[in-house]
């Protein structure tokens, strides 16, 4: 079960838009919905943002939003802020009741 | 509202059993929408999906530890645990205990998370 492919890091200025890729396989993103991401800041446990692809839980900031296009899934922030720098991680059903994770992506606001 | 706590040893030697317990406050480990798993997290590094259990008992593991882990229920006290044998280096990470939407594989609520040493 290999773990899903992020960027290792991205950046963007305050007000910008900065978009996290996630690349799977045939055998998790691209055939499930359950598509999720995270936010972990320095320390602390993640936080829920995304979950089926494009949803958001309650409390979760409109500026973060979700897709999917066969294989790939993405995570874009909008309007980015300081307080958005933080790791992101996506995850995905894989089949036989398992989960696999990216490996992550460290935001940096410029 | 739900709160999970991981307690255990932080330091195992090679070889031997990691055990941890999660007590679970706020929610039923009977509930049937919900599943109760283990991710752990090497330092710098990313998630790793460990398992997870239902109430009925069912488990399923990630296929590369499922030699080597068990994750059980105690109904009676609200916590479930996860046992890792023959633990070598490559086992030490921080150990998050979470709560996982049935179905829809989402992590929802997750304890704070409780760093395990495998060293000698």
């Known amino acids: 079960q290999s773990a899903l492919t992020q960027p290792a890091s991205v950046s963007g200025s305050p007000g910008q838009s900065v978009t996290i890729s996630c690349t799977g396989t045939?055998?998790?993103?691209?055939?499930?919905?359950?598509v999720s991401w995270y936010q972990q800041f320095p320390g602390k446990a993640p936080k829920l943002l995304i979950y089926e692809v494009n949803q958001r839980p309650s409390g979760v900031s409109n500026r973060f939003s979700g897709s999917k296009s066969a294989n790939t899934a993405s995570l874009t922030i909008s309007g980015l802020q300081a307080e958005d720098e933080a790791d992101y991680y996506c995850s995905s059903y894989a089949g036989g009741s398992t989960l696999v994770f990216g490996g992550g992506t460290k935001l940096t606001v410029l | 509202q739900v709160q999970l706590q991981e307690s255990g040893p932080g330091l195992v030697k090679p070889s031997q059993t990691l055990s941890l317990t999660c007590t679970v406050s706020g929610d039923s480990i009977t509930s049937g929408i919900f599943y109760w798993t283990w991710i752990r997290q090497p330092a710098g590094k990313g998630l790793e999906w460990v398992g997870r259990v239902f109430n009925t008992g069912n488990t399923d593991y990630n296929p590369s530890l499922k030699s080597r882990v068990t994750i059980s229920l105690d109904t009676s006290k609200n916590q479930f645990s996860l046992k890792v044998t023959s633990a070598t280096a490559a086992d030490t990470a921080v150990y998050y205990c979470?709560?996982?939407?049935?179905?829809?594989?989402?992590?929802?609520?997750w304890g704070q998370g409780t760093t395990v040493t495998v060293s000698s």
């Open positions: 045939s055998s998790n993103v691209g055939s499930y919905e359950h």
């Open positions: 979470a709560r996982l939407r049935g179905y829809f594989y989402y992590v929802d609520v």
